[in-house]
């Protein structure tokens, strides 16, 4: 069982930046996508960003222009670079490595890391 852990979060002014770390305890190119979500007081959790094998990415409207999700397969790690951030994506970030197969889709996650920005 693969095991996600997510560091940098922390509390940041509006228009700050921050880096989210997830490192996997194993090799992140057995993983049909990597990515990130992340959950707000009284909201469901939301895509905020995913990278394919390949190194595609895909992005939440919110956070296009701002977010840059990289890896770095050599360390097993995936990156989130937020920039400009708002009051708005204060939430707790969680880690995911998704696997598709012909039983359907299996999913990991993190234990996330709180992310607070201030106005």
């Known amino acids: 069982q693969v095991q996600l852990v997510e560091s940098g979060g922390g509390l940041v002014q509006a228009g700050g930046s921050l880096r989210l770390s997830c490192a996997a305890s194993?090799?992140?190119?057995?993983?049909?996508?990597m990515g990130w979500y992340r959950q707000a007081p009284g909201k469901q959790r939301e895509l905020v960003a995913t990278i394919t094998r390949a190194g595609n990415t895909n992005y939440a409207d919110s956070v296009k222009g701002r977010f840059t999700i990289s890896r770095d397969n050599a360390k097993n790690t995936v990156y989130l670079q937020m920039n400009s951030l708002k009051p708005e994506d204060t939430a707790v970030y969680y880690c995911?490595?998704?696997?598709?197969?012909?039983?359907?889709?299996?999913?990991?996650w993190g234990q996330g890391t709180q992310v607070t920005v201030s106005s």
């Open positions: 995911n490595a998704r696997t598709y197969s012909i039983v359907g889709i299996n999913d990991r």
């Open positions: 194993e090799n992140i190119f057995s993983f049909s996508t």
